[in-house]
């Protein structure tokens, strides 16, 4: 049996990028539609039996109609070939409030056939052209889903967080007991492994992880691990493969050089299980970095880093390091002009960094680099450009505090809506 397993597609994400008049679609949805097309491609030409979502299928909990529209296209096109189709619910797919439908509800509403919802943690059997296949979904776990409003007003944050690991453990060995041996099993989850590299996913994350440690997901009799959440491409274990497929797209330059990419999975034999990485033609997003401190012509230094780089459909930014006499003479328009020459896709940012504090040389035009910016993000490009610049580990501090005040205020608006 062959899959293709797939994770945080985000559509809807809609930095860097532009309403295209022809059309009236943002060109960052058409970069995301894209690559989901690309993904779909290689599954088709693969031979794949079923494709895997691991979570996140848009950007926020409301998607748009014309967002709904084009992801349900590509389904629709998943289920003309006859594959079987499963969706685990992540973190940005659940619904905002008791009683409201998550993102992608429409399918099971309508009963799609051949198209599976898992927003609760149970065993599925999906039925395809190599036979059935077995699937425990463990989507996004909130504390409110899982623990009562007594047990939420009773108990510590480390309780809570004890509590939620035991009972998914228990929710987990219970379902590895209950699967077939003979027949192929995964395991899909959105969450965090302990271990697992982060991206820019931090950026966007809605709701607090809970950590989950890696014993917890290497079950009995379960081939393979789907994994979504973790924008990075990893693989944490062998026995069975824990495998993050990463984003399939990049968000913005904190994936700057990340591959973005899908999974094909095949299921040999019971207990054997092999995957492959493709490689996704995600957008390109490029730093040229500049230091003309000790040049006497500051403005041929940049040009010729220019020059230098690849940058045709690429988002970039330019950093250039300079002394406070040389600020004038670099010249932000024939910057700019160089870097539309150079066929730069979108133009994020010309900065000048003079004595450690950033003198920006934006005109109103770019304003739309705020676009899509979280408050954390926010945050954390202040903190960065702090004078005296502060240390990492300051900032790191300062981001922690700032994501328990986040949490805290996301749980409170939940039991207010409750």
């Keep these: 049996m062959r899959l293709l397993h797939l994770a945080d597609l985000h559509i809807g994400i809609e930095n860097y990028g532009r309403v295209d008049p022809s059309t009236g679609l ?36 409301t998607p748009n109609p014309t967002q709904q529209r084009e992801f349900a296209r590509r389904i629709h096109r998943l289920r003309a070939c006859g594959l079987p189709v499963f969706i685990l619910i ?6 905002p409030a008791a009683g409201r439908a998550h993102a992608v509800e429409i399918f099971d509403t309508l009963a799609v056939d051949g198209v599976t919802i898992a927003d609760r943690p149970r065993i599925h059997t999906l039925q395809t052209r190599s036979g059935p296949l077995q699937v425990i979904a463990l989507p996004w776990v909130t504390r409110h889903a899982l623990l009562t409003k007594e047990e939420l007003r009773m108990a510590s944050f480390l309780e809570i ?27 899909t989850v959105h969450g965090t492994i302990d271990g697992a ?7 966007v994350l809605l709701g607090r992880d809970l950590i989950y440690p890696r014993s917890l997901v290497a079950l009995p009799n379960v081939d393979y691990v789907a994994m979504g959440h973790i924008h990075r491409h990893q693989a944490l274990g062998d ?8 984003s399939i797209e990049r968000i913005d330059f904190g994936e700057e050089d990340e591959d973005k990419g899908c999974v094909i999975v095949d299921l040999k034999a019971k207990g054997e299980a092999h995957w492959r990485f493709h490689k996704l033609a995600a957008r390109p997003f490029v730093t040229i970095a500049v230091d003309v401190r000790s040049i006497n012509d500051p403005m041929q230094r940049v040009l010729a880093a220019i020059e230098r780089r690849s940058l045709r459909g690429a988002v970039v ?17 024939a910057i700019r002009r160089a870097l539309d020459d150079a066929g730069a896709y979108v133009i994020a940012a010309v900065t000048v960094e003079v004595e450690r504090s ?23 490009l202040y903190l960065r450009q702090k004078t005296p610049p502060l240390s990492e580990e300051r900032i790191a501090a300062l981001l922690a505090a700032a994501d328990e005040l986040l949490a805290e ?9 409750s």
């Design 239 to 246: 026995h069975p493969p824990v495998v993050y497929p990463g």
């Design 197 to 203: 590299t982060f991206g820019a996913e931090r950026q």
């Design 317 to 333: 930014r330019v950093k250039i390091d300079a002394r406070p006499e040389q600020a004038d003479a670099l010249q932000t328009e």
């Design 161 to 187: 967080e004890t509590m939620l690991i035991e009972r998914v453990e228990r929710f987990l060995r219970q379902a590895a007991d209950d699967l077939d041996p003979a027949l192929p099993a995964v395991l």
């Design 358 to 380: 950033t003198r920006g040389r934006l005109g109103n035009s770019d304003a739309s680099i705020l676009d899509g910016l979280t408050p954390r993000r926010a945050l954390e």
């Design 26 to 61: 943002h060109s960052r949805l058409r970069d995301y539609l894209e690559r989901l097309d690309e993904a779909i491609d290689v599954g088709l030409a693969e031979g794949v039996d079923a494709v895997l979502i691991a979570g996140d299928v848009y950007k926020n909990r």
């Design 409 to 417: 205020g996301a749980q409170d608006r939940v039991e207010l809506l």
């Design 90 to 95: 992540g973190n940005h797919d659940v619904s």
